[in-house]
């Protein structure tokens, strides 16, 4: 091999490394914004976040805190009871305060200072989520809201509804962007088609660049054959069972716990890998076997929807929006690997001595590694 095409190929091993390693560690998610409006003109706003990454100054441009500079100090926080955080957390409240606007009719409201609860103890291994509440009356007659907080505080998931539950409004919000102004008195509907191209962003995104294991799930499907027939028959078999599961999932007709499906997942990238190895074409129980760890990744994509959650008013268009996001994403991970190493090789002698059989040894392994870590320190 020349070595410019030695160069590209360590490029794309190391790029495949990259995205496995940034997996393992402490990933930053968006942040869960509830609105709670009362009958009475009261409000209540509870933000579920990692309370840490803030006070340590990480910002959305950071997808992992072991990766940020200020690492150490993340860690420290992480470390603290919430006795001991409570306090520091007092004194960050003015900046975050001052990064909200929240506004009735156009006119900026004042924020009362927050609570602070913290959902478990201290430890490292694990992300620690906390929920910090406002609570206060929007003036008398308010008819519209919009929020908006500052992009240092990363992606948030914004859901509003009355007391009774009743869906008012809902968006993913990225990092910086405003929502709204939006109807609160139930006179303007929030349309369908801007529901359904949220959640277009948040399937796509839920696989780039959050989704590592499933990135490295569909590099393995694209690593038997950069040839399209075989390929296409893998990720429609794997389309139609995650679409399956993913609806059953948030139909709560079908729950299995975070703690057995993630190990799983995890495994079913092992098995394609190691199936690469010998399998030189797409054998006959392969799709089908494809299928069945659809249905798993189908109930990680529900975890994530039931997290976020979909609007009630509009579940199947909210349903089929990040479903679509997920294709999406999938298809871009397919073309990048055409485009790293199918256009240029895959019809080269070589190909799987050189690309197939190393890359497909080096995801088998990261994700054993991620096999014994969900299993042995949970997800």
Not at 63 to 81: F, G, K, L, V
Not at 171 to 195: C, H, N, R, W
Request: net charge negative; proline share 5%; glycine share 8%.
């Amino acid at each position: 091999m020349t070595s410019t095409l030695k160069l590209a190929l360590t490029g794309f091993f190391v790029f495949l490394l990259t995205l496995s390693a940034a997996s393992t560690a402490h990933e930053i998610r968006p942040a869960i914004i509830d609105l709670t409006l009362e009958e009475d003109g009261a409000y209540r706003i509870d933000i579920q976040t990692s309370v840490e990454t803030y006070l340590a100054g990480i910002g959305p441009e950071v997808t992992d805190t072991n990766d940020a500079p200020q690492a150490d100090e993340y860690d420290r926080y992480r470390a603290m009871s919430a006795q001991e955080l409570t306090p520091v957390f007092k004194e960050f409240v003015p900046e975050l305060i001052n990064g909200i606007r929240f506004q009735a009719d156009g006119i900026d409201l004042n924020l009362p200072e927050p609570s602070l609860a913290l959902t478990n103890e201290p430890d490292l291994e694990l992300a620690r989520d906390a929920v910090i509440t406002f609570t206060g009356t929007l003036p008398v007659g308010s008819s519209s809201l919009a929020w908006q907080w500052d992009e240092q505080y990363g992606g948030s998931a914004l859901r509003v509804t009355s007391a009774s539950g009743e869906e008012i409004y809902t968006e993913y919000l990225q990092p910086g962007t405003a929502a709204g102004p939006f109807d609160i008195t139930g006179a303007v509907k929030q349309s369908g088609f801007s529901i359904f191209a949220n959640y277009i962003v948040i399937g796509f995104e839920h696989i780039l660049p959050k989704g590592l294991d499933h990135i490295l799930f569909v590099v393995g499907l694209f690593l038997l054959s950069s040839k399209l027939k075989p390929l296409l028959w893998q990720v429609s078999s794997f389309t139609l069972a995650h679409t399956v599961t993913l609806a059953l999932g948030m139909l709560g007709i079908v729950t299995i716990p975070a703690a057995v499906v993630e190990p799983l997942i995890a495994l079913s990238i092992v098995y394609v890998c190691v199936e690469n190895l010998w399998s030189r074409n797409l054998s006959k129980w392969r799709p089908a076997v494809i299928f069945g760890f659809g249905l798993l990744h189908g109930l990680g994509f529900a975890s994530v929807l039931t997290e976020i959650g979909l609007s009630p008013n509009h579940f199947i268009t909210g349903l089929i929006g990040f479903n679509v996001g997920v294709e999406l994403g999938q298809l871009t991970v397919i073309a990048l690997c055409f485009l790293a190493v199918g256009v240029w090789f895959r019809n080269k002698d070589w190909y799987r001595s050189y690309i197939t059989n190393p890359a497909s040894i080096a995801i088998a392994l990261v994700a054993g590694w991620w096999v014994f870590e969900r299993t042995v320190y949970g997800v």
